[in-house]
């Protein structure tokens, strides 16, 4: 897709020249048509094809310009950005504001779009499972059976973490049959189910590069992949931090033992496989920048919070060497400060600059960082304190960070695993800041802990709008009550 790597430029430049609301811009993502619903009933051939794209459309739905993940990374505090696009400034403004759902709403696509795309890949996935179990006489039944488990998992798992509520469906049609949806804790359990049916699919399976072009230097397994994802929807969909009691924490245990043992990594061809959000516009220079909350982790000489009437601040030190090596200083501001100054901050995120000037190379969706944190995180919740430090020790906190290694008291151990969160892997998977910051009552007062149904689905139910966010909802439950500042 050479015409993004052009567009970015133009974009970049121009954000110095305007002064408009919103910086536009039409990336002409590809919309590929569904086959026919007949053919998709009965041809293995066209049933296969579809199973091939499952990965490609859930990937590319959940990292799409046009939906919830930069605006829900902002909302975070982790990145930072004033311009309009994407809800953004509407969502990250302070102090924070209800979503605004109404279908007239100009952002009303982050929310609407990825709805309809991943209720989308839930049908297609739906049919290939259906067909694989009739006995369709594919090349690689358990291929075919296993991709339409993981197209089920990942379409409602993903749903899950960002509304309030699902419709579920697999091969049998509607679980309720009476229409109603389910909240998002039985839609995650019910995800995990179709996840693990996927993984006792996996062993002897190879995908092909055609349907997920792993990078050349993973050694991870598909299969280690799969239960990895399990350990990421399962803690990630808590919506306060009194939820984390509820985890099954044994079964996150047994997700990461059977994890990615290093960085899962996916080829993009700037084509058909591309990272828009976050890896492309929340660290592009002249678009997103990192949160001073982030910055002030690693120097708590440098304010957390961008502080009144400054529109410079000196270069922060830190003992971790990533401040230098995944970070850039910056000494100007490209911000409307009638926005609001506290969307400033003197850093970005460099350490994708390889991606955002090859476009065609590696990068990481599921770092073995992060599967090593639920780790963590499990055995101290599990009250075993040392294993967490040893895990956390043994990590990107020491062989990347070169700090010193923490001491095995669980508070400490926390921080620091909420640290490596928002420090070493913030850029890789789909608003995974704005998980932790949630899971951790850290998202500031007012900010919608999860998205209501959009406006045009509901008024196409047809069903009364509502929103979340601001004062609307059930406090600590639909919008934050505490935060970080």
């Known amino acids: 897709m050479k015409y993004l790597r052009n567009l970015l430029m133009i974009s970049a430049v121009l954000l110095f020249a305007v002064s408009c609301e919103d910086f536009s811009l039409d990336l002409e993502v590809p919309n590929y048509e569904h086959p026919n619903d007949d053919i998709l009933t009965s041809d293995p051939v066209a049933l296969t094809a579809t199973a091939g794209g499952l990965l490609n459309n859930w990937y590319m739905t959940v990292h799409d310009y046009t939906g919830p993940c930069m605006m829900m990374q902002t909302m975070a505090d982790v990145s930072t950005c004033s311009w309009g696009n994407v809800g953004m400034n509407d969502m990250s403004s302070e102090p924070r504001k209800a979503w605004n759902n109404l279908p007239s709403y100009g952002y009303q696509a982050s929310t609407n779009t990825y709805f309809n795309a991943l209720y989308s890949v839930l049908s297609d996935a739906n049919t290939i499972v259906a067909a694989a179990e009739k006995g369709t006489e594919f090349d690689d039944p358990n291929l075919v059976k296993m991709m339409g488990k993981v197209g089920q998992a990942f379409s409602i ?34 995800a995990l189910q179709k996840l693990d049916e996927a993984i006792a699919l996996a062993d002897g399976v ?30 990630s969909n808590v919506r306060n931090s009194a939820q984390k009691s509820d985890i099954d924490w044994d079964k996150v245990i047994a997700y990461t033992d059977n994890g990615v043992t290093s960085d899962y990594t996916i080829f993009m061809d700037d084509v058909v496989w591309y990272d828009l959000a976050p890896k492309t516009y929340l660290v592009y220079p002249g678009w997103g920048r990192t949160d001073l909350y982030v910055i002030n982790m690693m120097d708590p000489n440098t304010p957390a919070y961008w502080p009144e009437g400054e529109t410079v601040l000196p270069e922060s030190t830190s003992a ?4 230098a090596s995944d970070y850039g200083y910056l000494s100007s501001q490209n911000f409307n400060p009638t926005r609001g100054t506290y969307h400033y901050s003197s850093y970005r995120y460099k350490a994708l600059d390889y991606y955002i000037s090859e476009w065609v190379t590696d990068v990481v ?74 899971k951790e009552d850290l998202l500031q007062k007012g900010t919608p802990l999860h998205f209501p149904v959009p406006g045009k689905a509901l008024e196409a139910i047809p069903e009364e709008n509502y929103t979340y966010g601001g004062t609307s909802g059930v406090a600590g439950e639909d919008y934050s009550t505490g935060g970080w500042r």
Request: charged fraction near 20%; include cysteine; aromatic fraction near 12%.
């Open 157 to 190: 798992g993903y749903l899950a973490l960002v509304f309030d509520r699902v419709w579920l469906s697999d091969e049998s049609g509607p679980i309720n049959e009476d229409g109603t949806s389910a909240d998002y804790k039985e839609a995650m359990a019910f």
């Open 206 to 235: 190879t995908v092909p590069t055609t349907w997920l072009p792993i990078g050349a230097a993973n050694t991870s397994t598909f299969k280690q992949f799969l239960n990895s994802m399990g350990a990421r929807m399962m803690v």
């Open 320 to 323: 971790d060497a990533r401040l």
């Open 365 to 438: 969706e599921f770092s073995a960082s992060e599967n090593e944190m639920y780790m963590a995180e499990a055995y101290l919740h599990k009250n075993n304190v040392a294993m967490a430090a040893e895990i956390v020790n043994a990590g990107t906190r020491v062989t990347r960070g070169g700090l010193a290694p923490v001491a095995a008291d669980a508070s400490a151990v926390a921080d620091a695993i909420h640290y490596e969160r928002c420090v070493e892997f913030a850029y890789t998977g789909m608003a995974l800041s704005f998980f932790e910051m949630r």
